[in-house]
């Protein structure tokens, strides 16, 4: 296992000190909760379920909203299961795409389960090999300096994997409606003219 340094809320909070107007996609579970805790708005799109789903929806998104930045918040245990999207991601080099991934070697919503990163698995690795051009590992406070300038100005498509504490993030709780949160996100990306007729 790792040597987890980092307080996953105080690596949020240095995020969205970057963040401007960004468009942000978390994954579901604790990544949700840092979000909400942290920058709550309506560019945030928060993922309650759809294990696996974060980063290909953040891919859609940057996409389709190509003048606009687009970051993937999401932990360990969800980017594993939707690591074929990785590639996908390099195939289509969006050059607004962020993935953060909060790698606390375990599966914070089924009971705190070791996931394969704390058996030596490298996410940032398998980004590199799967073809994205910047990928890093942050699990310090000079590389979580370098993760904010990145974010400001790097090449993108990136992938950062940040090492954080298996602690507990603060519990705030955003609405649980889906419907809801896709309004106020299509409403808060398109203008609330443009997300009533796309509809």
């Not at 690596?11 to 909760?33: C, E, F, H, Q, Y």
């Not at 993935?99 to 599966?107: A, F, G, K, M, P």
């Not at 698995?121 to 890093?136: L, V, Y």
């Not at 602690?167 to 409403?187: A, H, T």
Request: proline fraction near 4%; glycine fraction near 10%; include cysteine.
């Amino acid at each position: 296992m790792s040597d987890l340094k980092l307080n996953r809320s105080d690596v949020m909070k240095r995020i969205m000190d970057v963040r401007n107007n960004a468009l942000v996609i978390t994954g579901l579970g604790s990544p949700v909760w840092d979000l909400a805790a942290s920058d709550h708005r309506p560019e945030n799109f928060y993922s309650w379920g759809g294990m696996g789903c974060a980063i290909s929806m953040g891919l859609g998104c940057a996409l389709a909203q190509s003048d606009k930045k687009v970051w993937v918040i999401t932990g360990d245990g969800e980017a594993l299961m939707g690591l074929g999207s990785l590639a996908t991601v390099a195939a289509q080099r969006p050059t607004n795409l962020a993935i953060i991934v909060l790698d606390n070697e375990h599966y914070g919503e089924t009971g705190m389960q070791r996931t394969h990163t704390s058996y030596g698995t490298d996410i940032a690795a398998i980004a590199a090999g799967a073809g994205i051009p910047k990928t890093m590992t942050v699990n310090d406070e000079k590389t979580l300096k370098g993760l904010t300038t990145a974010l400001s100005s790097s090449l993108l498509p990136m992938v950062a994997v940040v090492k954080v504490t298996a602690s507990k993030p603060n519990l705030v709780l955003p609405s649980r409606d889906g419907v809801y949160i896709k309004n106020q996100f299509r409403q808060a990306v398109l203008g609330a003219t443009e997300a009533m007729h796309s509809s």
